[in-house]
């Protein structure tokens, strides 16, 4: 497998922790999203990826883009360790918990959309995490083991660290969001995490590295 990745995308960091947990090596093509006016847009990843985003995953003769799509399909493809809980109700909760970040939060305060925000950007980015992490909070209340849902990880929480990663570098207040705080916390002392942390691959700039 052969992943394309931006070391800071929040997209991508959920596809490696995926292939990390799995147990899957693949080459890593960092594609950089701000050099050479983002080289996401070059003709050559854009016939790789028509939407011009990371991460992109080519495995098993196909090319694969969207990161719930590359991990249903390592899902899928490599069952154990499962991301996905064989009861419905727990699954259904991993599902919304998941779509929640991937369609409510993320793609708000995603590298395309604060470009365009220009002085306010981080007021912006700010407000769209704020007003996603009050309900996500009172969500896994309800949900909540361990991990986002029960004391298995699941897909759930391969969304959740890289969006607190992102309010972090957003200095949002994270005091009133204990459960995710606690919930974070735990995932980042699992090696999955700590292997697939953009602070740890081989594009992260001298200065950002652990």
């Given at each position: 497998?052969?992943?394309?990745?931006?070391?800071?995308?929040s997209?991508s960091w959920?596809?490696?922790i995926?292939?990390?947990?799995?147990?899957?090596?693949y080459?890593l093509?960092?594609?950089?999203?701000?050099?050479?006016g983002g080289q996401?847009?070059?003709a050559?990843?854009?016939?790789?990826?028509?939407?011009?985003?990371v991460?992109?995953l080519k495995?098993?003769?196909?090319?694969?883009?969207?990161?719930?799509?590359?991990?249903n399909?390592?899902?899928e493809?490599?069952?154990?360790?499962?991301l996905?809980p064989q009861?419905?109700k727990?699954?259904a909760?991993?599902r919304m918990?998941?779509?929640?970040?991937?369609s409510?939060i993320?793609?708000?305060?995603?590298?395309?959309v604060?470009?365009?925000?220009?002085?306010?950007?981080?007021?912006?980015?700010?407000?769209c995490?704020?007003?996603g992490?009050?309900a996500l909070e009172?969500?896994?209340?309800h949900?909540a083991?361990?991990y986002?849902?029960?004391?298995?990880?699941s897909?759930a929480?391969?969304?959740?660290?890289?969006?607190?990663?992102?309010?972090?570098?957003?200095?949002?207040?994270?005091?009133?969001?204990?459960?995710i705080t606690?919930?974070?916390?735990?995932?980042?002392?699992?090696?999955a995490?700590?292997?697939?942390?953009?602070?740890?691959?081989?594009?992260?700039?001298?200065?950002?590295?652990a």
């Amino acid at each position: 497998p052969i992943l394309y990745s931006y070391f800071r995308s929040s997209c991508s960091w959920r596809v490696r922790i995926a292939l990390a947990l799995k147990g899957i090596s693949y080459d890593l093509v960092p594609v950089n999203l701000i050099k050479d006016g983002g080289q996401q847009f070059s003709a050559e990843f854009k016939a790789l990826n028509p939407m011009q985003q990371v991460p992109a995953l080519k495995i098993d003769g196909i090319t694969l883009s969207q990161s719930l799509a590359i991990i249903n399909y390592l899902e899928e493809t490599h069952p154990n360790p499962r991301l996905l809980p064989q009861d419905p109700k727990k699954r259904a909760q991993v599902r919304m918990i998941a779509d929640h970040i991937v369609s409510g939060i993320q793609p708000l305060q995603n590298l395309s959309v604060l470009k365009q925000m220009g002085e306010k950007k981080m007021e912006w980015a700010q407000n769209c995490i704020t007003s996603g992490f009050q309900a996500l909070e009172q969500i896994l209340q309800h949900t909540a083991g361990r991990y986002c849902v029960g004391d298995e990880v699941s897909v759930a929480d391969l969304c959740l660290v890289p969006q607190v990663a992102n309010a972090e570098r957003f200095k949002v207040d994270m005091g009133p969001y204990p459960t995710i705080t606690r919930i974070n916390k735990a995932l980042l002392e699992l090696e999955a995490f700590k292997i697939s942390h953009p602070s740890r691959q081989p594009d992260t700039p001298a200065e950002l590295r652990a």
